[in-house]
């Protein structure tokens, strides 16, 4: 089975319940790897050569938090190859907005190893900063799986 990787920043889980939520429903097709950006290396996700990754963002005054784009800036530093496919998702508690993603886009412009990225992405609503999610979101976070796995066995 092909290798996915899906990383986060999460600070109160809501982020990383959701990246067990994608990684749960991956797992029959492929190995995915789930982990947070303050522990992981770079260098783990690279040696495992990955078919994909799915980056999740946490909005922070209205743009994309910058320690995750920071990361994925500098992912190029770590790959020989380019990753062929990117995925991302966001969590956020105000109404979505396109611009949230900017941060994210130019980050994934900028690194050096971004192979093909998803237009379409997940944005889960979150209740105030901490979460849980709003209600409602659930059939969006199932939709966007079925979505992934269509667009990652492309
Ligand atoms: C300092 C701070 C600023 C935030 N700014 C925004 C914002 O501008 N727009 C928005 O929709 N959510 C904003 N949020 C809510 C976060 O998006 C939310 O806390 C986060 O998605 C939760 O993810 P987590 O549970 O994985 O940490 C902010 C949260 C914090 C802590």
């Given amino acids: ?3 996915v990787w899906v990383i ?3 600070k109160y889980g809501n982020s990383e319940k959701l990246s067990n939520d994608i990684a749960a429903g991956l797992k029959d ?15 783990e996700i690279a040696g495992d050569n990955p078919e994909a990754l ?3 963002g946490r909005i922070i005054a209205m743009n994309t938090d910058r320690k995750m784009t920071k990361f994925v800036k500098g992912l190029g530093t770590y790959f020989e190859e380019q990753i062929p496919k990117i995925a991302t998702f966001y969590t956020h508690s105000a109404s979505w907005k396109e611009r949230f993603s900017k ?7 900028k690194s050096t ?3 093909d990225f998803c237009q379409d992405i997940l944005e889960v609503t ?3 900063q901490k979460g849980p999610a709003a209600e409602g979101q659930e059939e969006k976070i199932q939709n966007y799986i079925k ?7 492309e």
Wanted: hydrophobic share 40%; with cysteine; charged share 25%.
């Fill in 147 to 153: 979505l992934l796995l269509e667009y990652l066995e």
């Fill in 113 to 115: 190893c971004i192979g």
């Fill in 1 to 3: 089975m092909k290798n």
């Fill in 126 to 128: 979150i209740q105030g």
């Fill in 54 to 56: 799915i980056i999740g």
């Fill in 29 to 43: 097709k492929f190995n995915v790897k789930v982990g947070g950006i303050k522990t992981i290396n770079p260098e």
């Fill in 103 to 109: 941060g994210m886009k130019k980050a994934l412009e």
């Fill in 8 to 10: 986060n920043n999460s």
